[in-house]
Antibody, heavy 122, light 107 residues
Framework: EVQLVESGGVVVQPGGSLRLSCAAS????????MHWVRQAPGKALEWVSV????????YYAESVKGRFTISRDNSKNSLYLQMNSLRGEDTALYYC???????????????WGQGTLVTVSS | DIQMTQSPSTLSAFVGDRVTISCRASQSISRSLAWYQQKPGKAPKLLIYKASNLESGVPSRFSGSGSGTEFTLTISSLQPDDFATYYC?????????FGQGTKVEIK
């Protein structure tokens, strides 16, 4: 059974930094592209970032480009999101999500974690 | 970036009704579209991918159609478990976008 477990969400002040983690199990982690998707309270889903299965390619939403960095450690079956220069509008539940297909990504998300809450507030 | 617009934002229906949700892309995305269901306090669940392909384990009352800029999610006979919020999602040129969601409520 695929499991994705996010952690690291806390209350942080504007301008602060935070690192989220996602622990994966139940599938061959290093075969899949992985994404971060966020959801502000009561709002729609917003895609944040993706990293390719081998870690060679990364892409970001314009809203986080230059502030967030996605990375992975395939030896630890773990995905990360380093978040710097945090703003109030970054307050959200952050989900990690897995692409549906190995290697040749479909760009659809077939498994999701339960999310970790990041609150940016003074 | 491609914008995705869903309609309606909220839909009230009876159990047993046929329900249709629309999703419009701001430019053509061929068939690069998925539909997700999200219940309160839960993660989204993939229902349909590549516009019309039913994800494994999803009931056959769910179906998707469309291509280009116009897409539709249909629930043929609404069940109590289907009351939730539904999102469309597109992929194009290293950019992924969700619609704003359609909440399906009990009438």
């Amino acid at each position: 059974e695929v499991q994705l477990v996010e952690s690291g969400g806390v209350v942080v002040q504007p301008g602060g930094s935070l690192r989220l983690s996602c622990a994966a199990s139940g599938f061959t982690f290093d075969d899949y592209d992985m994404h971060w998707v966020r959801q502000a309270p009561g709002k729609a889903l917003e895609w944040v970032s993706v990293i390719s299965w081998d870690g060679d390619s990364t892409y970001y939403a314009e809203s986080v480009k230059g502030r967030f960095t996605i990375s992975r450690d395939n030896s630890k079956n773990s995905l990360y999101l380093q978040m710097n220069s945090l703003r109030g509008e970054d307050t959200a539940l952050y989900y990690c999500a897995k692409d549906r297909n190995p290697i040749a990504a479909t760009n659809y998300f077939d498994s999701w974690g339960q999310g970790t809450l990041v609150t940016v507030s003074s | 970036d491609i914008q995705m617009t869903q309609s309606p934002s909220t839909l009230s229906a009876f159990v047993g009704d046929r329900v249709t949700i629309s999703c419009r892309a701001s430019q053509s995305i061929s068939r690069s579209l998925a539909w997700y269901q999200q219940k309160p306090g839960k993660a989204p669940k993939l229902l349909i991918y590549k516009a019309s392909n039913l994800e494994s384990g999803v009931p056959s009352r769910f179906s998707g159609s469309g291509s280009g800029t116009e897409f539709t999610l249909t629930i043929s006979s609404l069940q109590p478990d289907d009351f939730a919020t539904y999102y469309c999602q597109q992929y194009n040129s290293y950019s992924w976008t969700f619609g704003q969601g359609t909440k399906v409520e009990i009438k």
